[in-house]
């Protein structure tokens, strides 16, 4: 069993920058790929990103290439979401989560473990 738990939302002016942290539980988080995810109100969650368990492949959806960028520290069981330029329509629950493969997916229904969320609120 995989715990993740989100940190690092908050509110946020058009254009800042936020890091989202999600620390996961258990000796297995090397071999899992891990994706990005959020929900804005009154609509579906939807794929941001994903990274590979190693070699650090990863992909984005196209809102937000060039702006977001995932990276993880498998020595700290860690991975994170850096957000630059940020647009109100980023505004969401950003979810982690994790997979019990080595490639990540865009399709959330691949994802095993799934953490609480935190709110990203961009002003504008």
């Known amino acids: 069993q995989v715990q993740l738990i989100e940190s690092g939302g908050g509110l946020v002016q058009a254009g800042g920058s936020l890091r989202l942290s999600c620390a996961a539980s258990?000796?297995?988080?090397?071999?899992?790929?891990m994706g990005w995810f959020r929900q804005a109100p009154g609509k579906e969650r939807d794929f941001v990103g994903c990274i590979s368990a190693i070699g650090g492949m990863t992909a984005y959806t196209d809102s937000v290439k060039g702006r977001f960028t995932i990276f993880r520290d498998n020595a700290k069981n860690m991975v994170y979401l850096q957000m630059n330029s940020l647009k109100p329509e980023d505004t969401a629950v950003y979810y982690c989560a994790a997979m019990n493969l080595l490639y990540g997916s865009t399709d959330q229904r691949d994802y095993n473990y799934w953490g609480q969320g935190t709110q990203v609120t961009v002003s504008s």
């Open positions: 258990g000796r297995t988080f090397g071999s899992k790929a």
